[in-house]
């Protein structure tokens, strides 16, 4: 052990309490025996350091600081380098603040575009998400802070979050949900990572030995400590033996009582504690020693604008409507051009230090503007009067700017979408503009996918996804071509949500959310089974055009020219997809291996070189239980788009291993036809049984229900509570913003009551609490109130 020294001078009840913080952001410290706190704050894309008591979930104000694109708007950009400029101005805005860890990135699989948090990760593709990842971590890092990827691992949906078990297959969880973080992990050697909430095949992710010591460790070079998510410790002993470190927010003297118990009767080797205090201390005295770096508001709000500028993905663009002809005049209708959408609601909700908005940026650009109205209330509620002056001003006009967008409510931290829909107030202004003006750009806000159907009756659609506080200005360069726009699709839109296999168990409302489809998410799916989509992954347009030609296929990549053959500089996204159509292994018909986005002066040309690496041409054998390649011919595919491929080749591999497994048992995903798998071939692909759910209505509830199923609650009691909850959370809904703190109660299973309330509630109150729920409500009060003085009346002995 590196810090033995220090550890010899901790007790056993010291190690115990700094397996957990000491408050809702900060981690426990011994001062005087070499053992400093850190300050840990949410900033995925800006740090959300709360003023006075902390609260995790944002009751209470936080200080103003800079609002960067979301992960999902960043993704778009295709940039690494972007990305890492990024980290680094948000790295050394922590730093500035005293804050020593950031959680985040984000880069959970979008299995689904109905995930509400989607808006908080990279892509639907596991390389794009690790390459983008591992780029922001090494620019947090740079500044002397610790980056915290999240959540680890396989965390698809935010209904049940905290009590749901992700049913996967060995090899999907190898493929898909583990490769970009195993890219991130290798590649921005992260300091901290934050395991999920969920379970993974029956195991909470944060007590997971073969997630967190087998592969994150041993097998990837993990050298950092485990974060559990706030109240995402279900067993904290398990969670301590098998790998993590750090109880978050601080349970204080109550998760300190569970550690001290478990090693005084055997249940927990104090070796083991030990290992987990010295990988605890290796990053904690490093950060502590840091020197902190000040920032430039002005060069953050620069770099925030130079992101969602080269984040911006043009959808379409009839007639060259764009960029915006100066002569021509403008109405300018939207709620979103006056007050943006530029971020995500929850935990990541920053207190922007500045906000651009459209309506005041106009006067710095050489357009005619003939007026600006609000068109739609921001809540989605139909509104005459806005709508009658919006068609008054559009009339006005040669072209309309019509700003639309998914509201807070639409997507958000703690719930999923129930549908893929604009408001459908907006929806109804853009119906009654078209009958009196064909020259309209949409002008998107969103995080997540959004269903386009209404798109063939507009001229153009430039998205921004969530753009941070500058994207109204990086938008207006977009449309009046002061830049060019590059950014390209990180995400496949369906034309319809049912054309996608996850959509018929999503969110999965009881306790397995089962994986059926497999490999096959996104564009994996769509190619595979031959369906049309809207938009495909990595789609994107420009003002001007480009070709590829001279594909050559070295040994170690990809080497081909790129020609801007158009009249205005601009860049491109350069996307290496590999596929191997002879196969003994159902595959995805091409998967995205590389890319490299380059700019180029009109009429000039450009070498391009992708490498092949790692993950080129490896598929995960549950023979070998290790990354293999399969010997034969691989299809070389090279284009603008996962559906537009400009150039192909072929290049022979040889075979690392004979073992191969037989998937002969599997028609239904070697053919890719996996919309309706049944439980028998799924149990064949999972390679057990699939598990049944275990709970019925009218049964006790258990310690990890979620409270959500106290509408089946034997105690009428808690069944009032229940509707209560709901009642408010609808009140929320009615509002336009989400409540976070009613959403995260309603999700939390009643075992994180303890985990969310420092040292106020210890797991024996909790199930006394719960014996009241089931309708046992004296025996319970009797049980609570022992509980309750055998809890501090060991707090009195501590102190």
């Not at 070499?34 to 609260?55: A, C, L, N, T, Y």
């Not at 493929?175 to 992990?185: D, M, P, Q, R």
């Not at 559990?228 to 904290?236: A, E, F, L, Q, R």
């Not at 994986?515 to 998410?521: H, I, Q, T």
Request: aromatic share 8%; with cysteine.
């Amino acid at each position: 052990m590196k810090h033995q020294v220090i550890i010899q001078q901790l007790t056993l009840e010291e190690k115990a309490a700094l397996m957990a913080g000491k408050s809702v952001w900060e981690t426990k410290d011994y001062t005087e025996k070499g053992v400093p706190s850190i300050f840990i704050s949410d900033g995925p894309h800006g740090i959300r350091k709360q003023e006075g008591e902390g609260d995790h979930l944002g009751l209470n104000a936080s200080v103003p600081t800079t609002c960067f694109p979301t992960a999902a708007t960043l993704a778009n950009s295709w940039n690494p380098d972007l990305v890492e400029e990024v980290g680094s101005a948000l790295g050394a805005e922590a730093s500035s603040l005293d804050v020593n860890m950031v959680l985040g990135p984000g880069l959970n699989i979008k299995r689904s575009p109905l995930c509400g948090r989607n808006f908080e990760y990279y892509s639907e593709d596991p390389y794009q998400a690790g390459k983008k990842a591992a780029a922001m971590i090494r620019g947090l890092q740079s500044q002397g802070v610790a980056a915290t990827p999240k959540h680890f691992a396989v965390n698809s949906q935010e209904l049940r979050r905290m009590a749901s078990d992700s049913i996967v297959d060995e090899r999907t969880l190898r493929e898909i949900y583990l490769t970009g973080f195993e890219i991130a992990v290798k590649e921005g050697n992260p300091k901290a990572i934050m395991s999920a909430y969920n379970k993974i095949n029956g195991n909470y992710a944060n007590e997971d030995k073969r997630l967190l010591r087998d592969i994150l460790r041993d097998e990837w070079g993990f050298t950092g400590f485990v974060v559990s998510d706030w109240g995402g410790s279900n067993d904290h002993v398990l969670g301590v033996e098998n790998g993590s470190h750090l109880e978050m927010p601080g349970t204080t003297t109550v998760g300190q009582k569970e550690i001290i118990d478990a090693v005084k009767n055997g249940r927990l080797s104090e070796t083991v504690l030990d290992e987990r205090v010295d990988e605890l201390l290796m990053v904690v005295l490093d950060l502590a020693t840091q020197e902190k770096r000040s920032v430039d508001y002005d060069y953050q709000h620069a770099i925030a604008r130079k992101a969602a500028a080269d984040s911006i993905v043009l959808l379409k663009n009839e007639d060259q409507i764009l960029p915006l002809d100066s002569q021509k005049t403008l109405a300018v209708i939207g709620e979103f051009a006056k007050n943006p959408r530029y971020q995500g609601a929850g935990s990541s909700l920053i207190n922007a230090k500045k906000l651009d908005n459209t309506v005041d940026s106009l006067k710095d650009y050489d357009v005619t503007v003939v007026g600006y109205a609000q068109g739609y209330q921001r809540v989605d509620k139909a509104d005459e009067g806005l709508a009658h002056e919006a068609l008054s001003l559009a009339k006005k006009a040669d072209t309309v700017l019509f700003y639309m967008g998914l509201d807070e409510i639409s997507e958000s931290e703690g719930l999923d979408r129930s549908h893929l829909s604009l408001p459908q107030n907006q929806l109804s202004l853009l119906k009654k503009l078209q009958t009196v003006t064909q020259n309209i750009v949409v002008v998107l806000s969103a995080g997540s996918v959004v269903d386009l159907s209404w798109i063939s009756g507009v001229k153009a659609v430039i998205h921004g996804y969530l753009s941070g506080q500058a994207g109204a200005p990086a938008m207006l360069d977009a449309l009046t071509g002061k830049i060019n726009p590059s950014g390209k699709l990180s995400e496949t839109y369906p034309v319809s949500l049912s054309d996608l296999p996850s959509s018929r168990e999503f969110p999965a409302t009881g306790d397995y959310s089962l994986y059926r489809e497999g490999l096959y998410v996104g564009y994996r799916y769509t190619d595979k089974a031959g369906l049309a989509v809207q938009y495909p992954f990595g789609y994107g347009l420009s003002y001007t055009d480009f070709t590829y030609s001279d594909l050559a296929v070295e040994e170690n990549g990809i080497r081909l020219t790129i020609t801007n053959t158009g009249s205005v500089a601009g860049s491109e996204v350069v996307q290496l997809y590999i596929g191997k159509e002879a196969s003994a292994l159902y595959r995805p018909f091409k998967e995205l291996k590389g890319f490299a986005k380059v700019y180029i002066e009109a009429g000039k040309s450009q070498e391009v070189f992708i490498p092949f690496d790692a993950y080129s041409f490896r598929y995960f054998n549950v023979e070998t239980n290790q990354f293999e390649v399969e010997g034969g011919d691989y299809q070389i595919y090279v284009g603008a788009s996962s559906a537009d491929i400009r150039l192909t080749a072929q290049l022979a591999k040889t075979a690392t291993t004979d073992l191969m497994p037989d998937q002969s048992v599997l028609p239904s995903y070697f053919s890719g036809q996996v919309a309706a798998v049944s439980d028998e071939e799924f149990a064949k692909l999972l390679g057990r049984p699939v598990p049944v759910e275990s709970w019925k209505v009218g049964q006790e509830l258990r310690l990890n229900d979620p409270i959500l199923k106290m509408q089946y609650a034997k105690s009428g009691l808690a069944r009032l509570v229940y509707k209560l909850l709901r009642h408010l959370l609808k009140k929320a809904e009615e509002k336009g913003t989400p409540d976070l703190n009613l959403l995260f109660m309603y999700n939390m299973p009643f075992r994180a009551i303890a985990k969310m309330t420092g040292d106020m509630i210890d797991q024996n109150m909790v199930a006394a609490i719960l014996m009241m729920v089931n309708g046992h409500f004296f025996k319970g009060v009797g049980q609570l109130w022992k509980a309750f003085r055998a809890k501090n009346a060991y707090q009195k002995q501590l102190s």
